[in-house]
């Protein structure tokens, strides 16, 4: 069978199996550079993976107590127990710092006034004590922790209103622990600058 336009055909035919071709190796393209894409992200997830740990507070200062704190907006109670949770990142970050805000209830042992009739405290002598309360903030740096090893955020709250922060895996009062501060620390006259 012969065509009228002389082997033109052929050249059609050829054209359109280069045309499947050159489509089906744009898709393997594509394909192959949407993987890539994929893996690449896959690597900055890596470094942007956050997991999520106890927060816990550790009081330091004799006859205070911690009403409540919070680190970068994750509240927590007082007390020295632990809540769930903040948010970190699996990986340390050089420069990584927390936001710590809290309240202090200067003199944890106060006679407070009890109601005459029910339960609870004098309205009039809760909000005089309550009126006592400090609040503060300070950003503390993270020191850095071996790949793997984080644990909780342990916030020491200090004499004169310093902060330190640690994820360390030991207990307090372990050699290995960094924070060396002793616990039921009287706060001094006058607090260096």
């Known amino acids: 069978m012969t065509d009228s336009f002389g082997g033109a055909s052929f050249l059609f035919s050829l054209r359109g199996s280069v045309v499947r071709f050159i489509g089906k190796a744009r898709t ?12 690449l992200l896959g690597c900055t997830f890596a470094e942007n993976k956050m997991v999520a740990g106890n927060i816990a507070a550790i009081n330091h200062v004799e006859g205070t107590a911690i009403n409540w704190f919070s680190v970068n907006g994750y509240r927590a109670h007082g007390g020295g127990g632990s809540s769930c949770c903040i948010i970190l990142p699996v990986k340390w970050r050089p420069g990584m710092k927390v936001d710590v805000e809290w309240e202090v209830d200067p003199d944890r042992f106060a006679k407070i006034k009890r109601k005459t009739i029910g339960f609870g405290f004098d309205e009039e002598a809760w909000a005089s004590h309550k009126a006592k309360f400090q ?3 300070v950003t503390v740096d993270v020191p850095e922790w071996p790949e793997r090893k984080l644990c909780s955020l342990n916030v020491h709250f200090l004499t004169c209103k310093r902060v330190e922060v640690t994820t360390s ?13 002793p616990r039921h620390a009287k706060e001094p006259a006058v607090c260096p600058k």
Request: aromatic share 10%; glycine share 10%; hydrophobic share 30%.
């Open 135 to 137: 609040q503060y903030r």
């Open 169 to 181: 895996c030991s207990i307090y009062g372990q050699p290995d622990y960094p924070v060396k501060e």
């Open 28 to 39: 393997v393209v594509k394909c192959l550079c949407g993987l890539l894409g994929l893996t």
